[in-house]
């Protein structure tokens, strides 16, 4: 039998409750040895971006200052290729999909359109929820995107924070979303976090502390300080590149990761705190609408970007740093495979946190904890899943198909209904350049069983029209038998008095008689034609302008 996403969430909380109570809390005896954690997420910062990481020509000293004390993974996925479902599975161990999570959480309309629930479902297990079992004090600051239970008093109560401060980058009426703001977001969400551990330190109790900005996601607008690093001398006055915004606002988040760094150290809590740095999926597009201006964010060498479950989607920077558990400083792990579904188990084995016999049983994540502290043999034993139901942007060369899985050297990417099979040797082809699924047919049949095993567990929800495809516009032979709009001749043909130019009321017969129902249209469509606001449309105005 099959459980649907909604009563497998029953039976996990209920079965997780009980052990909750079972086990009890630590006495403050044991908390000493506990290690803090801080995990920092930035938003759409691609795997190529920071400087060791290969380099986006972007300046990070403060995201290399971790690489260098800690561990850089060049394997590590997030669970979905969008921010939503990433968080989900950070928060759950679980695929996002599993928990109904299929893309970013948006109105209630969209929600509904997509088969989502409109937050991610608070009686879930989730991470931080079993660390306070052990004694941790829970913080969030910043992003969540996944949704509050409302009211006007929103908090992450329900989800397991103790405390959450600028949920979703909002607080006291403030928005570090608006373009005013963005020159600061990511100074405010560190300044806060200084604050918040300032104060935790006064207390011998363990913390776990997320700090979840929103940049380098768009809409972006660094101040023309913060661009002037990157202004090229070959811009023309007046012009702004969209290097200059983009690569202005990582270094500006770059430069507050490193105050706050300096204010850990400052506090003391260096040695024994778990410093994860990473993103949530690959670099946004600059087809996409609020990025026209910024969407240069690179995935290095890889293929794909946000929305594409190709490695440039969903593969992003990973760092860990912790001294008092042994990671060893400096080192580069290219061996051991790590998922955002990860941090669930691995984090609990590390603080001393029991996950339930059941959660065990249905979280998709595994302890790594050895390659935390310096393994860099260690190898992961469950596989990865992914699924993008919608459309994805950029060149053909990025759109994945449907349905993806990872499992030790191979991926496999296709569509449920066979119409795409693509299948990488990821330890020699990480580029996902030389399809092999002819060569090994075995490995094909072996990994998408697996994949529509879980696939067809999950929830219904729609699918795009363009899901799975790769879309691709190509020149046409024109039809004999349709008709072809040639504004000219319309122009020629409403300019009833031959002046070169159309009156309001020579373009509103174009749309019936005084009275005509149609002409409604035609008044609202009439300002957008009216480039220079004259009341009058000259022939280039009415040829080029509106849609």
Known sequence: MQLQPKRLAWIISTVFAVSCICCGAVTSGQKQSQPNILFILADDLGWGDPQCYGGNGIRTPGIDRLAREGIRFTQFYQGGSVCSPTRATLMTGMWPSDVGVFGHFSSHATNVKRGMPDLLDPKLPTLPKLLQTVGYKTLHVGKWHLGTTGGVERNLLPYGFDESYWIDCKQDKRSLWRIEERPVASKVLVEKTMDVLEEQKKSDQPFFCQLWFNDPHASLAPSVEQMKPYRGKHVPKGFTTPREVYAGTVTEMDKQISRLLIKVDELGLTHNTIVIFSSDNGPEDIQIGNAAWSGLGSAGPLRGRKRSLYEGGV???????????????????????????????????????????????????????????????????????????????????????????????????????????????????????????????????????????????????????????????WPKEFDPNVKYLDRNVIFNKSDKDKDGRMSREEYLLNFGPPGAEKRKEGEERFPGFDGNKDGW???????????
């Not at 400083?329 to 051991?336: D, M, S, V």
């Not at 449309?537 to 849609?547: H, S």
């Open 315 to 473: 593969r992003v920077p990973f760092i860990v740093r912790w001294p008092a558990g042994g990671t060893p400083a400096g080192q580069l792990n290219e061996k051991t495979v790590v998922s955002g579904a990860d941090m669930l188990p691995t984090l609990c084995e590390l603080s001393g946190a029991s996950i339930p016999e059941s959660l065990q049983k249905t979280i998709r994540g595994q302890s790594v904890a050895a390659a935390f502290k310096g393994n860099k043999e260690f190898m992961r034993s469950k596989p990865l899943m992914w699924e993008w139901r919608y459309r994805v942007f950029n060149h053909r060369w990025n759109c994945s198909p449907i349905l993806s899985i990872r499992d030790g050297r191979w991926k496999l990417l296709f569509n449920p209904d066979d119409s795409r099979i693509e299948l990488y040797d990821m330890e020699i082809d990480p580029f996902e350049e030389s399809n092999q699924a002819l060569q090994h047919s075995d490995v094909v049949e072996r990994l998408k069983k697996r994949a529509l095993k879980w696939h067809s567990a999950l929830s219904e929800s729609p699918l795009d029209k363009e899901a799975g495809t790769q879309p691709a516009r």
């Open 537 to 547: 449309l000259n022939r280039e105005e009415f040829y080029y302008m509106g849609k």
